[in-house]
């Protein structure tokens, strides 16, 4: 199998993508923004949409759409002291409902559109590893310049605040980290299974330590086990990418509380 560029290029977006899931899931998780990184990622779909209606890349498209989308919520939710899960209700549907709206306003049918929906990491390009590569790097290199940082708004932002950090400029600085980090899994286990990818790992590296660095490692590691074993799977038995990389992180999951849990006894 690996002497297909194909999978080849298959594993580099993995590990690519669970770099950056591992990273940015841990700050998720610790911080319980799960259903906000669900809100993002399903409003990306209207930057897809967009993509398809402006004759672009539509993963360019779901970059900007997906940066605004995050830093509007944000925003409002900081100045306008709007609740939460009614902000994440607003972004999800309206994201959605743009994207299909652009992509029936597009002329002729949309080529990939269900890789986009439910992910098929076989079929990533070699053009598109540049991309996900220049988004990870990004994600790595704003968390280790800010890492002090961002632990402290993680942790306490009350006593972030206290120690005049900017805490509104950082917590706009996350959900930028989280956009980006969702664009980077739609071609890995596409929209509607993005949240699964970014929250497992860290989830289970969660349940072996409570210390936020190795919790990351672990993430990006278990990540990486997982879109390797999902990848083989996928291939061998001719089943959905995106649907079996989920599978085997929720049995990997599974397997981390069932230690945690063994330990205890």
């Known amino acids: 199998m690996l002497g297909y560029a194909f999978f080849q290029n298959a594993l580099v977006a993995g590990v690519l993508a669970s770099i950056a899931c591992g990273i940015i899931g841990t700050y998720v998780v610790v911080k319980r923004m799960v259903f906000i990184s669900g809100g993002i990622a399903h409003a990306s ?19 900007g759409f997906t940066l605004a989308a995050a830093l509007g919520m944000g925003t409002v939710r900081l100045t306008a002291r709007q609740r939460m899960d009614t902000l994440i209700g607003a972004v999800w549907a309206v994201g959605m409902a743009l994207g299909i709206l652009f992509v029936y306003l597009t002329p002729g049918f949309a080529p990939d559109l269900f890789s986009y929906l439910f992910g ?4 990533v390009p ?3 590893l540049w991309l996900m590569g220049l988004l990870a790097a990004v994600t790595v290199g704003l968390v280790l310049l800010l890492y002090n940082e961002l632990f402290a708004v993680t942790f306490d932002e009350e006593y972030a605040t206290i120690m005049n950090l900017p ?3 950082l917590y706009l600085l996350l959900l930028a980290l989280i956009a980006l980090t969702v664009v980077l899994l739609i071609r890995v286990v596409g929209i509607i299974l993005v ?3 970014l929250t497992l790992p860290a989830a289970a590296s969660a349940e072996l330590t409570a210390r936020l660095r190795p919790m990351m490692g672990l993430a990006v590691l278990l990540g990486t086990a997982y879109t390797t074993t999902g990848i083989w799977l996928s291939y061998a038995l001719d089943v959905p990418s ?6 085997v992180s929720a049995a990997g999951y ?7 849990l063994w330990k205890e006894r």
Not at 120 to 123: A, E, F, G, R, V
Not at 242 to 247: D, E, K, Q, R, V
Not at 254 to 260: F, K, L, M, P, T
């Open 195 to 197: 949240i699964a990818l």
């Open 254 to 260: 599974a397997a981390a509380v069932g230690a945690r």
């Open 126 to 128: 070699a053009s598109d």
């Open 242 to 247: 995106g649907a079996t990389i989920i599978l």
């Open 120 to 123: 098929n990491i076989l079929l």
């Open 45 to 63: 779909f209207g930057g897809i949409g967009l993509g398809y209606y402006l004759g672009i890349d539509p993963i360019l498209g779901a970059i």
């Open 167 to 169: 805490v509104r400029s």
